[in-house]
T-cell receptor, first 111, second 113 residues
Framework: EDQVTQSPEALRLQEGESSSLNCSYTVSGLRGLFWYRQDPGKGPEFLFTLYSAGEEKEKERLKATLTKKESFLHITAPKPEDSATYLCAVQARGGSYIPTFGRGTSLIVHP | EAGVTQFPSHSVIEKGQTVTLRCDPISGHDNLYWYRRVMGKEIKFLLHFVKESKQDESGMPNNRFLAERTGGTYSTLKVQPAELEDSGVYFC???????????FGSGTRLTVV
């Protein structure tokens, strides 16, 4: 069974204080790993897809990286508007391609 | 482009009552998914439609849940009769290609009291 574990559960940062969120996964052949951002009262919003170990994707202050066992979402010099829950999901090869989600990391950035 | 629309946004019902949630996907998206997030847990898959056909309903918890997508457009998810453990946020997502490019709706928060 595919498993996704995200850590920490919650993270508080000061504005400008860089940090990383972790997503550890177990999957029988990775097809893709997804990062989403979710704001309160909203649905998850797609950020990145990573397909193979060593791959990196960037968007503004966010950079996602992937190894064979985990993914990191690096946040550089965060701003209060980066506050949200960040979700990781993995998709296995074969089968129905339905992603398995982690519980997310709740990030609060204080001004 | 209009996004995925879900309504109601909130619903509070008593145990034993019936509730119907609706999802309008992005126009032209053949794939429609229902997910649920119970408080403190991860988002869990419920089922997947391709057009009007149920492609995968392995995540449906029991036969109190009935999903339909008549005509391959909007979808409804009916819970009858509702139980306390059905409380949570129900998300709908749609995509053009199966397994990629999900766009989620804002969800329906269901509270069963």
């Amino acid at each position: 069974e595919d498993q996704v574990t995200q850590s920490p559960e919650a993270l508080r940062l000061q504005e400008g204080e860089s940090s990383s969120l972790n997503c550890s996964y177990t999957v029988s052949g990775l097809r893709g790993l997804f990062w989403y951002r979710q704001d309160p009262g909203k649905g998850p919003e797609f950020l990145f897809t990573l397909y193979s170990a060593g791959e990196e994707k960037e968007k503004e202050r966010l950079k996602a990286t992937l190894t064979k066992k985990e993914s990191f979402l690096h946040i550089t010099a965060p701003k209060p508007e980066d506050s949200a829950t960040y979700l990781c999901a993995v998709q296995a090869r074969g089968g129905s391609y339905i992603p398995t989600f982690g519980r997310g990391t709740s990030l609060i950035v204080h001004p | 482009e209009a996004g995925v629309t879900q309504f109601p946004s909130h619903s509070v019902i008593e145990k034993g009552q019936t509730v119907t949630l609706r999802c309008d996907p992005i126009s032209g998206h053949d794939n429609l998914y229902w997910y649920r997030r119970v408080m403190g847990k991860e988002i869990k898959f419920l089922l997947h439609f391709v057009k009007e056909s149920k492609q995968d309903e392995s995540g449906m918890p029991n036969n109190r849940f009935l999903a339909e997508r008549t005509g391959g457009t909007y979808s409804t998810l009916k819970v009858q009769p509702a139980e306390l453990e059905d409380s949570g946020v129900y998300f709908c997502a749609s995509s053009q290609e199966g397994g990629y490019g999900y766009t989620f709706g804002s969800g329906t928060r269901l509270t069963v009291v």
